[in-house]
T-cell receptor, first 114, second 115 residues
Framework: GAGVSQTPSNKVTEKGKYVELRCDPI?????LYWYRQSLGQGPEFLIY????????DSGLPNDRFFAVRPEGSVSTLKIQRTERGDSAVYLC????????????FGQGTRLTVV | GQQLNQSPQSMFIQEGEDVSMNCTSS?????WLWYKQDPGEGPVLLIA?????ELTSNGRLTAQFGITRKDSFLNISASIPSDVGIYFC???????????????FGGGTRLMVKP
């Protein structure tokens, strides 16, 4: 597709379970970002990849959260031992590395922990 | 986490009216962006501002980068029903893309338009 694709669109999981959220960036975009958006709030930065490496993971809330991008394209956000407070929309964005070119967001994955 | 102060939180206006919303920060930002988010979708970029004092238009939308670099506003002229949605400001302390796109977002302004 032409845009950033995130799967699944919705995920309901039980407290304590492990989940993986997938992001397919726009082809050729080297930069990839994950944000988390809680209900009624703006997105909050989680982690930034430049190619395969995590250039900045300062937004990850704790060590239950981890993200990978092994081949510099698709990224997976992994959450261990999910808690009800992890319920949110997880947004992925990708960008080419050109001056003053902003990232494009995917539609997000709505995670609900019950 | 830190968020920009965006106001108003919501507005209910008559179709055809002009709309104004703004964003303030205690920190300096060198890039200001305005996004619109529809239900079930990700944010879509409306306007990007890269210079203090810059005034930029995109159709009926006009945004300005405050001279102090701590604020920005967005105006929508002659609102129509499809303007309904949530508008977010976002700031980045650095200029350009090369330093990464880690944005700080405002809390959003929910716009509702009476037909």
């Amino acid at each position: 597709g032409a845009g950033v694709s995130q799967t699944p669109s919705n995920k309901v999981t039980e407290k304590g379970k492990y989940v993986e959220l997938r992001c397919d960036p726009i082809s050729g975009h080297t930069a990839l970002y994950w944000y988390r958006q809680s209900l009624g709030q703006g997105p909050e930065f989680l982690i930034y990849f430049q190619g395969t490496g995590a250039a900045d993971d300062s937004g990850l809330p704790n060590d239950r959260f981890f993200a990978v991008r092994p081949e510099g394209s698709v990224s997976t956000l992994k959450i261990q031992r999910t808690e009800r407070g992890d319920s949110a929309v997880y947004l992925c964005a990708s960008a080419p590395m050109r001056e003053n070119t902003e990232a494009f967001f995917g539609q997000g994955t709505r995670l609900t922990v019950v | 986490g830190q968020q920009l102060n965006q106001s108003p939180q919501s507005m209910f206006i008559q179709e055809g009216e002009d709309v104004s919303m703004n964003c303030t920060s205690s920190s300096i930002f060198n890039t200001w962006l305005w996004y619109k988010q529809d239900p079930g979708e990700g944010p879509v970029l409306l306007i990007a501002l890269y210079k203090a004092g810059e005034l930029t238009s995109n159709g009926r939308l006009t945004a300005q980068f405050g001279i102090t670099r701590k604020d920005s506003f967005l105006n929508i002229s002659a609102s129509i029903p499809s303007d309904v949605g949530i508008y977010f400001c976002a700031g980045r302390p650095t200029s350009g893309q090369s330093a990464g796109n880690m944005l700080t977002f405002g809390g959003g302004t929910r716009l509702m338009v009476k037909p």
